[in-house]
């Protein structure tokens, strides 16, 4: 072989680590700001998110009320929870308050949805739908709390339309209930309008243009074309929603004293709450918390075992 040709390829082979340098060196400043940037959340997941968690599990098996040191007890707060009355009630009240508004709740959002899209203009009545979700639940509760009242504007308008006794929407344990329900769907209701609009508006308008071709009328529209290209968006709000339901507590706290009269309004989360920070037993507490997230598991998990039945995507697998 040449010199010459032995010289450029040595020097080609010397320079080659060289061109590679910078890229590396930029790889790895790179990936270390990424970490400086990823760092804060992952910080606060830890100390929020992560050890909260672990220290619940480590409580639920334990007898602590926050001052004296902790006992041993094994699953005897689970086996007391599990017998416990107050924790049952709040189950039963927490799965009505889930059955009630989700469905309700969004099949009012699917027609609201419908409905504006058919306008032009729909900024005003996007902004006033959605202006409760943005709004304090604190501040929505004490607002509806003015409403409910047996001489609330409510109460009087039933009275007066339909002629009976204004009903005392938060002091009788039939009505409570329905008064959280009506509270949990109109602070909602907004941020589902959006999302049904928004996928409302994803579907094709060829996909439309032909089923009228073919004679499809309004109904037909909506029950066989825009429900089923939907159905994936009311999967996910149907899942969300039930997470929040199963999660209701400060509307409860602000809305009833003492989670309504007979306890008609006592949730889980409020149940954890009293028990916590009302008779300071951490470890029956932190024990009622794992019975939720079980409960959210199982939940979570039947509404995906059954989304192969009515969810419908564009590529065919469910």
Not at 1 to 15: C, E, I, K, L, N
Not at 81 to 99: M, Y
Not at 232 to 244: G, T
């Amino acid at each position: 072989m040449p010199r010459g040709d032995r010289a450029a390829r040595s020097a080609a082979g010397r320079g080659a680590p060289d061109s590679r340098r910078p890229e590396a060196a930029w790889r790895r400043r790179d990936r270390r700001w990424g970490y400086v940037f990823v760092a804060p959340q992952l910080i606060g997941m830890a100390v929020f998110v992560l050890l909260p968690f672990v220290a619940s599990l480590v409580l639920a098996f334990t007898s602590w009320d926050g001052l004296t040191e902790l006992t041993w007890v094994g699953f005897e707060n689970f086996t007391a929870q599990l017998q416990d009355e107050l924790l049952l009630r709040s189950i039963v009240n927490t799965l009505l308050i889930a059955l009630i508004t989700v469905p309700v709740g969004l099949g009012l959002a699917v027609l609201i949805a419908v409905a504006l899209e058919k306008l032009k203009t729909r900024t005003l009545y996007l902004i006033l739908f959605f202006a409760p979700v943005v709004t304090s639940t604190v501040a929505v509760a004490m607002i509806w709390q003015q409403m409910f009242r047996v001489d609330g504007v409510l109460s009087t308008t039933i009275a007066t339309v339909f002629g009976v006794a204004p009903p005392d929407w938060l002091g009788d344990p039939a009505l409570a209930l329905l008064a959280v329900c009506i509270v949990s769907i109109w602070s909602s209701l907004g941020l589902n309008v959006i999302i049904f609009l928004a996928g409302l508006q994803n579907i094709s308008p060829s996909v439309i243009e032909a089923a009228r071709i073919d004679g499809a009328g309004a109904w037909r529209l909506f029950r066989s074309i825009r429900m089923p290209l939907l159905s994936p968006i009311v999967f996910f709000s149907s899942i969300v929603a039930f997470i929040s339901s199963l999660q209701t507590f400060d509307t409860v706290f602000v809305l009833t004293a003492d989670a309504g009269p007979d306890n008609a309004t006592r949730t889980i989360v409020y149940h954890i709450y009293d028990l916590g920070f009302g008779r300071f037993e951490f470890g029956p507490s932190s024990a009622a918390s794992v019975i939720l997230l079980v409960l959210t598991l199982v939940i979570t998990a039947i509404q995906f075992g059954v989304q192969k039945k009515f969810v419908h995507y564009e590529d065919g697998a469910a």
